[in-house]
């Protein structure tokens, strides 16, 4: 377990279903967290990390939380079906002091939907006592942590944002065909990559034939979705004693 104590955050800004969703999944003492902040207009939401730990300025730590967000958009959308959410205030932890918000003017696009908020549930016993359960991970977190052990990971899932079409997808591919894929079949792999080969990445070709039973979008982005989640899962299953 490691809960980030560095200088630097990020004020989260987007839908109340979706900070919700982030305060749920991004629990301390797991990086990265959530921090809920108050300050004279009410509160609002810091996200942490080890990320931070060695950064010096304001300006740096918002090009850190750039590429932090855009990967932690992905994992939420993938494990909570939650819209993206964009970047605030550069936040300061001071130490005894009141945290300090750096305003670094930058367009952020942000879609929402409207969704239910997620459910936190809780287990009681028999007199209706809340039994809390030790702490652990969420799968954000592990989600995270693993694009963390290995950088391929975490460029697969950037190439993920938003709506990916086939050029996104097979840069994604090409970030983690050397990784674990979780079972994904040779004819699968074959399937997605001449589809993809034969549509929008190249020219007609002869070299480039389309495969029989070519992939939906929708499909390859399943697929990829797929493989990248096996390979979270073979990398934390082998690292698992370093999170206790």
Same mark, same amino acid.
């Given at each position: 377990?490691?809960?980030?104590?560095?200088?630097?955050?990020? %004020?989260?800004?987007?839908?109340?279903?979706?900070?919700?969703?982030?305060?749920?999944?991004?629990?301390?003492?797991?990086?990265?967290?959530?921090?809920?902040?108050?300050? %004279?207009?009410?509160?609002?939401?810091?996200?942490?990390?080890?990320?931070?730990?060695?950064?010096?300025?304001?300006?740096?730590?918002?090009?850190?939380?750039?590429?932090?967000?855009?990967?932690?958009?992905?994992?939420?959308?993938?494990?909570?079906?939650?819209?993206?959410?964009?970047?605030?205030?550069?936040?300061?932890?001071?130490?005894?002091?009141?945290?300090?918000?750096?305003?670094?003017?930058?367009? /952020?696009?942000?879609?929402?939907?409207?969704?239910?908020?997620?459910?936190?549930?809780?287990?009681?016993?028999?007199?209706?006592?809340?039994?809390?359960?030790?702490?652990?991970?969420?799968?954000?977190?592990?989600?995270?942590?693993?694009?963390?052990?290995?950088?391929?990971?975490?460029?697969?899932?950037?190439?993920?944002?938003?709506?990916?079409?086939?050029?996104?997808?097979?840069?994604?591919?090409?970030?983690?065909?050397?990784?674990?894929?979780?079972?994904?079949?040779?004819? /699968?792999?074959?399937?997605?990559?001449?589809?993809?080969?034969?549509?929008?990445?190249?020219?007609?070709?002869?070299?480039?034939?389309?495969?029989?039973?070519?992939? %939906?979008?929708? %499909?390859?982005?399943?697929?990829?979705?797929?493989?990248?989640?096996?390979?979270?899962?073979?990398?934390?299953?082998?690292?698992?004693?370093?999170?206790?």
């Amino acid at each position: 377990m490691c809960k980030a104590i560095s200088q630097w955050g990020i %004020e989260l800004k987007g839908a109340e279903e979706g900070l919700n969703a982030w305060r749920i999944e991004l629990k301390p003492p797991f990086d990265p967290f959530v921090e809920e902040i108050g300050h %004279e207009q009410g509160k609002y939401l810091a996200l942490r990390s080890d990320v931070f730990k060695m950064i010096t300025s304001s300006e740096e730590a918002n090009r850190v939380a750039k590429n932090l967000l855009s990967v932690l958009n992905v994992i939420m959308s993938k494990n909570a079906d939650v819209d993206p959410l964009s970047r605030g205030a550069v936040i300061e932890f001071v130490e005894n002091g009141r945290p300090r918000k750096h305003h670094i003017i930058e367009a /952020e696009p942000i879609i929402m939907r409207l969704r239910g908020f997620p459910a936190d549930l809780k287990m009681v016993d028999a007199q209706v006592n809340v039994i809390e359960p030790p702490p652990k991970p969420s799968e954000a977190q592990l989600w995270m942590r693993a694009a963390t052990l290995e950088p391929e990971l975490g460029r697969a899932l950037s190439y993920l944002e938003g709506k990916p079409g086939w050029v996104e997808l097979y840069k994604s591919y090409e970030a983690i065909r050397a990784l674990p894929n979780g079972g994904i079949s040779k004819t /699968e792999m074959a399937r997605f990559a001449q589809t993809a080969n034969a549509s929008e990445r190249h020219h007609p070709s002869e070299k480039y034939k389309p495969n029989k039973n070519p992939m %939906e979008l929708w %499909e390859a982005r399943v697929f990829i979705t797929r493989w990248i989640a096996g390979s979270i899962n073979c990398i934390n299953s082998h690292n698992s004693d370093s999170m206790l």
